[in-house]
């Protein structure tokens, strides 16, 4: 995990069946930004032997949600559903770890746009993505 000083510890929620699943976990978050981080292990390659592409587009997808549900507030949580992704594949990963950094581009009160980039830990740029998001309501944790 990289160390990152844009993630509150009490904001970390319990990780999902998919994300301990694969592997990764989010690394940084705060309003409009997330960055998600996943080692490169044999359950993520295809048979090819290299990461396969949906992981790429797991992590950027995860990643651009989260840039958008950041509440700030670890009792108040915010969802998203994604209604459109693009996804571009660049390069092949060449280190041990992916790195997937989001960013929010713009939107309203019932949808956003994120953008976000996966990378390995030596800056190869390994593919990119766009994604149109429709906000949930928001769940008030007890």
């Not at 699943?21 to 996943?38: M, N, P, S, V």
């Not at 549900?69 to 060449?94: E, H, I, R």
Request: charged share 15%; glycine share 10%.
């Amino acid at each position: 995990m990289t160390e990152h000083p844009l993630l509150d510890p009490n904001l970390l929620e319990t990780p999902y069946a998919l994300q301990k699943h694969l592997g990764f976990e989010l690394t940084a978050w705060r309003d409009g930004f997330a960055i998600i981080e996943a080692p490169l292990a044999p359950i993520l390659m295809n048979r090819q032997g290299i990461p396969h592409g949906g992981i790429h587009a797991t992590l950027m997808d995860s990643a651009m949600g989260y840039a958008g549900c950041y509440t700030g507030d670890p009792n108040l949580q915010q969802m998203a559903l994604t209604l459109s992704m693009t996804v571009n594949f660049l390069a092949q990963a060449k280190g041990a770890r992916l790195i997937a950094t989001a960013q929010c581009t713009g939107g309203g009160r019932k949808t956003y746009f994120a953008e976000a980039r996966v990378e390995d830990e030596k800056g190869t740029l390994i593919a990119t993505a766009t994604g149109v998001f429709r906000y949930r309501s928001l769940v008030q944790k007890a």
